[in-house]
C-alpha cells in the first residue's frame, strides 16, 4: 500500500491513447476482462474517440505524484454508472485499484448529479478488484455467472465519505 500519496483524477486526452492501449492489451488485465482479445490499436483509438465525444461516458487517468498510474471509465444510462477500470501493470500490488474507485466514487457523487448507482462487474477470479469494491463501501452481489456485482448508492455517500477520503489518502 502507498501512504502519504497525492492521488488525484483527471480527465482522459487522446494523447493518453497509446498509454492506455498498452496497459489494456497486458496479458493480466485481458484475463480479468470480459472480452479477452487483444485490442488493436485502430479500435481502440476508434473507441476512444467515441467515447470523449459522447456525454454520458466519463474517461478519467489517475495520477500518483503526478505520474499516470491507471484509468477508470464511467458508462451512464438512467441514473446508473458502471466502472471499468485498468491499473497500469508497473503499478499493481500497491493497493491502487481500491484507491482509484475511491476516487471516482467522489468524483460521481459531488459531481455528476444524474448518477445515483454505481456499479462494476468482478470476475470471481479477480480478488484484487474484488477487495477494491469492498473496501470502498461497496455491496457485493452475486456471484452470478462467475461475477460479482458492486453496487455503491449515492444516497450512501454522506456516511462513507470518510471512508472513500482515508482510502485517496493511502491510510486505508
Known amino acids: 500500500m502507498m501512504t502519504n500519496q497525492k492521488a488525484r483524477l483527471r480527465p482522459v486526452e487522446m494523447q493518453d491513447a497509446e498509454l492506455i492501449l498498452e496497459w489494456v492489451n497486458d496479458p493480466l488485465d485481458r484475463a480479468n476482462s470480459y472480452s479477452s482479445d487483444p485490442i488493436t490499436l485502430e479500435e481502440h483509438l476508434s473507441w476512444m ?62 459531481n455528476l448529479a444524474d448518477v445515483q448507482i454505481l456499479f462494476g462487474w468482478v470476475k470471481e477470479t479477480n480478488p484484487a478488484s474484488r477487495k ?25 455517500y454522506p456516511s462513507k465519505k470518510d471512508l472513500l477520503l482515508e482510502v485517496v489518502r493511502g491510510r486505508i
Open 49 to 110: 474517440g467515441r467515447s470523449l465525444a459522447d456525454p454520458n461516458i466519463y474517461l478519467y487517468m489517475m495520477e500518483v505524484d503526478g505520474e499516470d498510474v491507471g484509468h477508470i471509465k464511467l458508462y451512464i444510462e438512467d441514473g446508473k454508472a458502471e466502472i471499468g477500470y485498468c491499473i497500469g501493470p508497473d503499478w499493481r500490488g500497491r493497493g491502487l485499484a481500491k484507491t482509484i474507485v475511491a476516487l471516482v466514487t467522489i468524483e460521481a457523487a459531488e
Open 132 to 156: 477494491a469494491f469492498l473496501r470502498t463501501g461497496y455491496i457485493e452481489e452475486g456471484p452470478t455467472d462467475g461475477s460479482y456485482r458492486y453496487v455503491f448508492d449515492t444516497v450512501d
